[in-house]
């Protein structure tokens, strides 16, 4: 168990509706990463959070939106949903900012199935 | 950008064989590399990494060098078991950006069969 939990575990939706992903990170640490992971793309880096603030950020749509409160849980917002978004959405945390000595730790994921 | 490339397809062996997994990349700065293993229904987990050339990263049995002139960081093992059955996937910060988002390959599928 990576300490990082997200919910839910699967969801199922229809296309042009929205969805919003949540991630609890490990006890302590304090920034939030989101990835897509997707059979024709792999694994995407979308956007990382660090103490309430965005600090990175990599492929991510004008549809989706991140935030991450302060609690230091984050959400990921996908609107107007495509067949295309159908992935699975990875959460990771670090302690830190986001140096590269830092280890990151992934949460199992949600399976977004847009039909 | 900084990318990554990792062979096409998945990989079956037979378990007590040699698993080899090559992996490439191409970085502008000074990379560190990392190899991520994900078991079924599970987040990915971090396998080993190397954070200079010539580093060479070991854990589970399984090792990869940092190899700057060959820009290669290939994963290797001796004797698989089936417990080893899952998704490998090669990826790499970049240290001089400061930042550690990964950029990972598509992965390769490996299935151990007994």
């Known amino acids: 168990d990576s300490g990082v939990t997200q919910t839910p575990k699967h969801l199922i939706t229809a296309t042009g509706q929205r969805v919003t992903l949540r991630c609890s990170p490990r006890?302590?640490?304090?920034?939030v990463y989101w990835y897509q992971q997707s059979l024709d793309q792999g694994l995407q880096f979308l956007i990382q959070?660090?103490?309430?603030?965005?600090?990175a950020k990599g492929n991510i749509l004008e549809r989706f939106s991140a935030q991450q409160f302060p609690d230091l849980h984050s959400e990921l917002n996908l609107s107007s949903l495509e067949l295309g978004d159908s992935a699975l959405y990875f959460c990771?945390?670090?302690?830190?900012?986001?140096?590269?000595?830092?280890?990151?730790?992934f949460g199992s994921g949600t399976q977004l199935s847009v039909l | 950008g900084d990318s990554v490339t990792q062979m096409e397809g998945p990989v079956t062996l037979s378990e007590e064989a040699f698993l080899t997994i090559n992996c490439t990349y191409t970085a502008t700065g000074y990379p560190s590399l990392f190899w991520y293993v994900q078991y079924p229904g599970e987040g990915l987990q971090l396998l080993l990494k190397a954070t200079k050339a010539d580093d060479k990263g070991s854990n589970k049995g399984f090792e990869a060098t940092y190899r700057k002139e060959t820009t290669s960081f290939h994963l290797e093992k001796g004797s698989v078991q089936v417990s080893d059955s899952a998704v490998y996937f090669c990826?790499?910060?970049?240290?001089?950006?400061?930042?550690?988002?990964?950029?990972f390959g598509k992965g390769n599928q490996v299935v151990v069969i007994p």
């Open positions: 990826a790499l910060s970049d240290r001089q950006r400061g930042n550690n988002r990964l950029a």
């Open positions: 006890s302590g640490d304090l920034s």
């Open positions: 959070y660090y103490n309430g603030e965005e600090r």
């Open positions: 990771a945390s670090s302690v830190g900012q986001g140096d590269y000595w830092e280890k990151l730790f």
